[in-house]
């Protein structure tokens, strides 16, 4: 499909992102595959295809990588910012999967220390954004045992269910129902999240943020 003198370009999740982030959450049911750059250039050479230059987009989940590919026939080399990513994970892979696997029990531990205080304390805790990824930190995270609600902008999910049986409120109800925490799981939205509601935090409620380390705000 890709002509002669073509280029074709793709962004995907990448792996090197993830784990130095530790965003365990991004590893669900439609994400098992996250994408390495050493790996991804033999698979493209094996149909006469190069993988020339990539560039890291922070903005995008935590961290994607777009990659762009030609011909071997057009192939002039790699780019510089290739070989610099190139190197970093060959220089770096090994630790980042080694704090990843350390730093996920910790943000659990975190995470679920604030709860647990907080329940104590007889505050009640409601989810504000109920993304796909939540599944992975709901269950990870053991949030039954906290939530009272769940509330979401996106009417597409709005009366549906959570996977642990919550079903999902407009985000208007907040205002009715007055939890005293609002437990961001949509953490990469956490400033839309947290200006669009700012009458929430103005009237006394407070945001919790799981990622990238927990905290109350």
Not at 104 to 133: M, N, S, W
Request: contains cysteine; charged residues 25%.
């Amino acid at each position: 499909l890709l002509s002669p003198e073509g280029t074709f370009v793709f962004e995907v999740s990448y792996a090197m992102k993830l784990l130095e982030s530790s965003l365990f959450d991004l590893i669900y049911h439609e994400h098992y595959h996250h994408w390495h750059l050493t790996p991804a250039m033999k698979y493209f050479q094996k149909f006469g295809l190069e993988i020339y230059d990539a560039e890291v987009i922070t903005a995008t989940h935590g961290g994607s990588i777009r990659v762009f590919v030609k011909h071997k026939a057009q192939f002039g080399g790699k780019t510089v910012r290739l070989k610099t990513l190139l190197k970093n994970e060959r220089d770096n892979f090994a630790e980042h999967l080694s704090n990843f696997m350390t730093n996920v029990p910790k943000v659990k531990a975190e995470l679920q220390t604030i709860l647990q205080d907080l329940k104590a304390k007889g505050k009640r805790i409601a989810v504000l954004g109920y993304p796909a990824k939540a599944c992975t930190l709901s269950y990870y995270f053991g949030l039954q045992d906290y939530i009272c609600n769940v509330y979401d902008d996106n009417p597409l999910k709005i009366g549906k269910y959570t996977h642990q049986g919550l079903k999902i409120e407009p985000a208007t109800f907040i205002y009715k129902n007055k939890p005293d925490y609002l437990l961001v799981l949509s953490w990469n939205y956490k400033k839309e999240l947290m200006e669009r509601h700012k009458l929430f935090k103005r009237t006394g409620g407070k945001f919790i943020i799981p990622f990238p380390k927990p905290e109350v705000i």
